[in-house]
């Protein structure tokens, strides 16, 4: 995915060619659009009807007003207007932030170690794509089962708390292995980590070697050529793993709904519980107000990398 | 070679813990599926016997899973052969800049990062609205293409990016069209990676929770059936199935990592037969 912006550069820098050569003649970019138009068709079509046209339903929804039973048309505020003003739901948008900002820095963590260890450590190719192959192999398995997998560990006479008692650390079991913030952020590190390593090792593997060598000859230490060399030009990697684990995290419900117990409440929550009400407006609204704030978010971390340049 | 260094054994000690962590739950359901027909959720294993998994054989016992894997198996050829399809044309139309191109990369680029459950809420809404009623093949399609098509088509978008346009030069210097250049040049140096997009388009379709849930109708697809069972199931048949819906993944992915690797090794055995006289 990395190599998407080069490629609107280099054709970008084939059109200026082309209009600067062909300036005379015309012809010359209509077939260009034409093909291009015909092969994305497929593609626009699906991102119109299942993407473009859900959005703007959504937003026209929002406006809507519900009975207990059904929904009908109309123009009010009334949804935001109550989901603005109750307290409820600036404390479960904290929360969703919250798990953000934690599963953001734990898998940052995780996940750059991770693939500097792939990326510098491992010294064969072959290797490298073996041990990098297991780090993703989970991505292509079942969220669902792998959340249910932690039940066994985490419960009350799980795995977890009865290794700990009988090593005498502590007498009674633990409760907030279990149905806690913790499970939850502890199932997100878990799914989500190799949205992580797999851009940040992608970046890696491109640093040029020469510059570690041309480091280290002029004396730093492996400590400050990882500070000053790999990982600022690690940034774009970084950046794009950031953006994955990020908008998954604010966009969850079912990961908070499972691991908690229902315990917790996040944005995601919200909407699926209005959903589950019938209470399509009032889910709309939410809906809305999360999609704005996904995007805030993302066009802030885009502040810190020109994407289409660095990719 | 240069000896390793202190940091070698402490990452390698590192990455080690962290495919525990990775692996570790999946390896104990794994265990636990094989609870005797006595146990419970967790250990101690009481006997070893293979009876969840032939719960899961007799259909009343827990809801429709078989029905349920038989729609996500066929959602998931469906998506699969879409995405492959669909990516390599946009990813042919992306190598140059058309008019709209921007607007649908930036549209590929919102699918990707929009809140699943939103893409759920809006087409249910759609259909809803329109007097259509939703079902896996309609509505769950759809919505799953939105998760499936910015993979596919991100990995094209690399792929045509260190594509040699040199090869396609010399199809038409010898007199091939572009459909022919395509057909017998372009698609069969890339197709190792058409595997790879197909391997995304089915797991991820197979897998998909959020964006289904709101769109496959009554009728189930595995994760919905599986994540109905979370609620009302507390005996280890749900490891049971998970283990088998789990060795099935792992299948899918060996087929799939195979074939790359046979397409690999056949295309360097092979090679090149420039200058050996064939016409």
């Given at each position: 995915m990395t190599d998407q912006s080069h490629l609107f550069i280099q054709s970008n820098a084939i059109s200026t060619d082309q209009k600067k050569s062909k300036r005379t003649f015309h012809w010359g970019r209509l077939p260009d659009n034409t093909t291009g138009w015909l092969l994305s068709l497929p593609l626009a079509f699906v991102l119109f009807f299942f993407l473009v046209l859900p959005i703007a339903m959504i937003v026209v929804v929002s406006f809507w007003g519900a009975t207990e039973f059904s929904i009908y048309p109309a123009f009010q505020f009334e949804n935001y207007e109550f989901l603005l003003t109750s307290p409820v739901t600036y404390q479960v948008f904290w929360n969703t932030i919250k798990y953000a900002l934690v599963t953001w820095v734990l898998t940052l963590g995780i996940g750059f170690t991770v693939a500097y260890f792939l990326a510098f450590?491992?010294?064969s190719l072959t290797w490298q794509v073996v041990l990098f192959l297991l780090c993703t192999i989970p991505f292509w398995t079942s969220n669902i089962i792998r959340m249910i997998s932690w039940i066994p560990f985490l419960g009350r006479n799980g795995i977890a708390n009865s290794t700990l008692i009988s090593m005498g650390v502590i007498d009674e079991p633990l409760e907030w292995l279990l149905f806690s913030d913790f499970s939850v952020i502890l199932a997100f590190v878990h799914l989500y980590t190799l949205f992580m390593v797999v851009p940040i090792f992608n970046t890696m593997m491109r640093i040029d070697k020469s510059l570690i060598e041309a480091a280290s000859d002029n004396g730093a230490s492996g400590f400050q050529t990882l500070t000053n060399v790999i990982i600022p030009l690690t940034k774009p990697g970084i950046m794009i793993g950031s953006i994955f684990v990020i908008t998954l995290v604010m966009g969850d419900f079912i990961t908070v709904r499972f691991m908690s117990g229902s315990q917790k409440a996040n944005v995601g929550r919200l909407i699926s519980n209005d959903i589950s009400l019938l209470q399509y407006p009032s889910a709309a609204a939410t809906a809305v107000i999360l999609l704005i704030t996904v995007l805030l978010v993302i066009s802030v971390l885009l502040r810190f990398v020109d994407i289409r340049k660095e990719l | 070679m240069e000896k390793r260094s202190r940091s070698f054994y402490a990452l390698a000690a590192f990455f080690g813990l962290f495919l525990v962590f990775l692996y570790g739950p999946t390896l104990t359901i794994g265990m636990l599926s094989f609870q005797g027909s006595q146990g419970g959720l967790t250990f101690p294993m009481r006997g070893v016997s293979l009876h969840w998994f032939r719960d899961l054989f007799e259909?009343?016992?827990?809801?429709d899973i078989w029905g349920s894997f038989f729609r996500s198996l066929t959602l998931g050829l469906m998506v699969m052969v879409t995405t492959v399809i669909v990516s390599v044309m946009g990813g042919l139309a992306f190598r140059k800049r058309f008019a709209g191109s921007g607007v649908i990369f930036y549209l590929i680029i919102t699918s990707l990062v929009i809140p699943s459950i939103l893409v759920s809420l809006g087409v249910g809404l759609i259909f809803s609205q329109a007097g259509l009623s939703v079902h896996w093949s309609t509505s769950g399609y759809g919505s799953q293409l939105t998760w499936t098509l910015p993979f596919g088509l991100l990995i094209m978008f690399a792929v045509f990016n260190r594509f040699d346009k040199s090869y396609e030069e010399a199809a038409r210097d010898q007199g091939a069209n572009s459909w022919q250049t395509i057909r017998y040049v372009v698609l069969p140096i890339i197709a190792p990676m058409l595997i790879g997009v197909a391997l995304f388009g089915f797991t991820l379709s197979y897998d998909e929770f959020a964006r289904t849930?709101?769109?496959?109708?009554?009728y189930n697809t595995l994760p919905l059936e599986i994540y109905g069972m979370t609620t009302n199931v507390t005996t280890p048949v749900i490891f049971a199935l998970g283990t088998l819906t789990t060795l099935f993944s792992f299948v899918v992915i060996g087929v799939f990592l195979s074939i790359v690797l046979v397409m690999n090794k056949r295309r360097s055995r092979h090679g090149s037969d420039a200058g050996k006289g064939m016409v």
């Amino acid at each position: 995915m990395t190599d998407q912006s080069h490629l609107f550069i280099q054709s970008n820098a084939i059109s200026t060619d082309q209009k600067k050569s062909k300036r005379t003649f015309h012809w010359g970019r209509l077939p260009d659009n034409t093909t291009g138009w015909l092969l994305s068709l497929p593609l626009a079509f699906v991102l119109f009807f299942f993407l473009v046209l859900p959005i703007a339903m959504i937003v026209v929804v929002s406006f809507w007003g519900a009975t207990e039973f059904s929904i009908y048309p109309a123009f009010q505020f009334e949804n935001y207007e109550f989901l603005l003003t109750s307290p409820v739901t600036y404390q479960v948008f904290w929360n969703t932030i919250k798990y953000a900002l934690v599963t953001w820095v734990l898998t940052l963590g995780i996940g750059f170690t991770v693939a500097y260890f792939l990326a510098f450590h491992v010294r064969s190719l072959t290797w490298q794509v073996v041990l990098f192959l297991l780090c993703t192999i989970p991505f292509w398995t079942s969220n669902i089962i792998r959340m249910i997998s932690w039940i066994p560990f985490l419960g009350r006479n799980g795995i977890a708390n009865s290794t700990l008692i009988s090593m005498g650390v502590i007498d009674e079991p633990l409760e907030w292995l279990l149905f806690s913030d913790f499970s939850v952020i502890l199932a997100f590190v878990h799914l989500y980590t190799l949205f992580m390593v797999v851009p940040i090792f992608n970046t890696m593997m491109r640093i040029d070697k020469s510059l570690i060598e041309a480091a280290s000859d002029n004396g730093a230490s492996g400590f400050q050529t990882l500070t000053n060399v790999i990982i600022p030009l690690t940034k774009p990697g970084i950046m794009i793993g950031s953006i994955f684990v990020i908008t998954l995290v604010m966009g969850d419900f079912i990961t908070v709904r499972f691991m908690s117990g229902s315990q917790k409440a996040n944005v995601g929550r919200l909407i699926s519980n209005d959903i589950s009400l019938l209470q399509y407006p009032s889910a709309a609204a939410t809906a809305v107000i999360l999609l704005i704030t996904v995007l805030l978010v993302i066009s802030v971390l885009l502040r810190f990398v020109d994407i289409r340049k660095e990719l | 070679m240069e000896k390793r260094s202190r940091s070698f054994y402490a990452l390698a000690a590192f990455f080690g813990l962290f495919l525990v962590f990775l692996y570790g739950p999946t390896l104990t359901i794994g265990m636990l599926s094989f609870q005797g027909s006595q146990g419970g959720l967790t250990f101690p294993m009481r006997g070893v016997s293979l009876h969840w998994f032939r719960d899961l054989f007799e259909q009343q016992a827990v809801g429709d899973i078989w029905g349920s894997f038989f729609r996500s198996l066929t959602l998931g050829l469906m998506v699969m052969v879409t995405t492959v399809i669909v990516s390599v044309m946009g990813g042919l139309a992306f190598r140059k800049r058309f008019a709209g191109s921007g607007v649908i990369f930036y549209l590929i680029i919102t699918s990707l990062v929009i809140p699943s459950i939103l893409v759920s809420l809006g087409v249910g809404l759609i259909f809803s609205q329109a007097g259509l009623s939703v079902h896996w093949s309609t509505s769950g399609y759809g919505s799953q293409l939105t998760w499936t098509l910015p993979f596919g088509l991100l990995i094209m978008f690399a792929v045509f990016n260190r594509f040699d346009k040199s090869y396609e030069e010399a199809a038409r210097d010898q007199g091939a069209n572009s459909w022919q250049t395509i057909r017998y040049v372009v698609l069969p140096i890339i197709a190792p990676m058409l595997i790879g997009v197909a391997l995304f388009g089915f797991t991820l379709s197979y897998d998909e929770f959020a964006r289904t849930l709101l769109t496959a109708g009554s009728y189930n697809t595995l994760p919905l059936e599986i994540y109905g069972m979370t609620t009302n199931v507390t005996t280890p048949v749900i490891f049971a199935l998970g283990t088998l819906t789990t060795l099935f993944s792992f299948v899918v992915i060996g087929v799939f990592l195979s074939i790359v690797l046979v397409m690999n090794k056949r295309r360097s055995r092979h090679g090149s037969d420039a200058g050996k006289g064939m016409v």
